[in-house]
């Protein structure tokens, strides 16, 4: 099932492009991996695909509800809550899921609502298949390093059971090993059937994943040379 459609989408304003002229499908169960350099307007679209900022050229449409991972300077954890707060705090402000849209909300997100009274940090953890995530349920938000900072900013978004997951900078400050756990931990939410858009500013060799490139800069144009006319 589609969930995102791009065509020519761009954003332009008065101090020049943003981004470009992006073209892209998502379907249900894919990740894809937009890159490119620090300025090239990862974020910017990144938040654009998921409804959270406007574009002016192009067309998008998208199929379903996003929820958005960790964004710096957008959404971030709350330097004063803990791990298993920030969980229950969410679980608290989604509520139970309408009757109406249980078919369409992930089993797994279904049952961690469920059982929030009982360990809320447990079955969230279950629920978005990161048992091994490398985060204590006591440690604050101050005190998250980037890579943890990523792994809740996920687990918080499946919570909503969306349709689309979206994750700004997921290499950033991370070593590789936390950025090859994270790459894995994007794909097994892929494999539970969530469209997923990260962006980074490269991807891992091994990781399975569409990626598009945006923000290099235009190959200089040639310059001129004068034509001799015999006279």
Do not use: C, N
Request: net charge positive; charged share 20%; glycine share 10%.
């Amino acid at each position: 099932m589609k969930i995102v459609e791009a065509g020519g989408l761009g954003l332009r304003t008065r101090r020049g492009w943003v981004y470009r002229d992006v073209d892209l499908t998502v379907h249900s169960g894919e990740l894809h991996a937009v890159t490119g350099p620090p300025g090239s307007g990862r974020t910017s679209l990144l938040l654009a695909l998921a409804g959270r900022f406007p574009h002016s050229h192009g067309e998008l449409r998208r199929h379903g509800p996003a929820a958005l991972g960790q964004v710096a300077g957008v959404h971030e954890p709350d330097p004063t809550l803990t791990v298993a707060e920030h969980i229950t705090e969410r679980l608290l402000l989604l509520g139970p899921v309408p009757r109406r849209r249980r078919r369409l909300v992930p089993v797994a997100a279904l049952r961690a609502r469920r059982a929030y009274r009982r360990d809320a940090y447990a079955a969230a953890i279950a629920g978005a298949g990161f048992t091994d995530a490398p985060l204590h349920p006591d440690r604050y938000g101050r005190d998250l390093t980037p890579a943890d900072r990523q792994v809740l900013g996920l687990v918080l978004a499946s919570l909503a059971g969306p349709s689309l997951i979206v994750a700004d900078d997921v290499d950033a400050g991370a070593d590789r090993p936390e950025r090859q756990w994270i790459w894995a931990a994007l794909q097994r939410l892929a494999g539970q059937g969530y469209a997923v858009i990260a962006s980074a500013r490269s991807v891992e060799a091994e990781v399975a994943a569409t990626a598009h490139r945006i923000g290099d800069p235009a190959p200089p144009t040639p310059a001129l040379t004068a034509v001799e006319v015999p006279a």
